[in-house]
């Protein structure tokens, strides 16, 4: 996975404001062709970049896909410290929406608690207000996760964006339900916890998995929150949602050769650094934590 370290470097892209607006201009349109501009076919064809003698100076333009559950938030946020990029998630955006007085706040909340996806148009428009935003207080890159997730918010991306890399989450499904289920937020700072302590046994050749609870520090603990959307029967419509609408998504990269397939050893400890090797990104976090 060494190929992907070149990929960390900055590119000529476009600017955020103008990614933004014109993320408006192309989901006002028809569903555009953007089979003319396919990109490379491999991460092995791509020729290195030129590189920049500041590391912090590198832009990422970074995509998480993953089922519900799988742990797009948890990884990309340490990625996004790692990196000092931004990390922009669709899902925090639309509960931000809901938990406003806005307009849009009743129609989203019965859109995401039967587990189905927001419209393309809306989702847009509230990423691209976030992307300006951000570029107003001088961000660079990001890394999107919960976005794209339908075969059009991919599209219009595409059309829009130089995505340098996808990197697409695996984890069984009975692991996901448990730890949707077992998912606690702090409702006074936000922090995100889980309960559910996953053990599952190999069997028939597959390996088993073992993931430790995140419990939540004693002043968290009197605080905590479930997602009204993480009962059982939501979970079992995401995860449905998510095989008919976004798993063609992971397939639209993969023929970009952009995709990066990893599949969690585990919880956080043993993923962590095995995540940051796939990345080629293991000496940049020693060197992040000396410093
Ligand atoms: P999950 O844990 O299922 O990955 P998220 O926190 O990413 O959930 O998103 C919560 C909800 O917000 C989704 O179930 C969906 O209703 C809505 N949502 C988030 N991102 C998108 C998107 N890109 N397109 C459509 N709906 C979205």
Redesign the pocket.
Known sequence: MAVLGPLLRARGSTTISSMASTIRAFSSCSTPNFENDLKPPSLLAQKPLPLRHDPQDRTVQWVFLGC??VG?GTYASRLSNLLSVPHI???DL?REELSSSGPLASQLAE??NQ????SDEI?INLLSKRLEAGEAKGEIGFILD?????IR?AEILEGVMNIDLVINLKLREDALLAKCLGRRICSECGGNYNIACIDIKGENGSPGIYMAPLLPPPHCATKLITRS?DTEEVVKE?LRVYKEMTQPVEEFYRSRGKLLEFDLPGGIPESWPKLLQALNLEHYDKKSAAA
């Open positions: 519900p559950g797009k998630a669709t899902g639309v859109i995401v587990g189905k996806l927001v989702i919960g976005f794209p997730r339908t918010q959307d995401r």
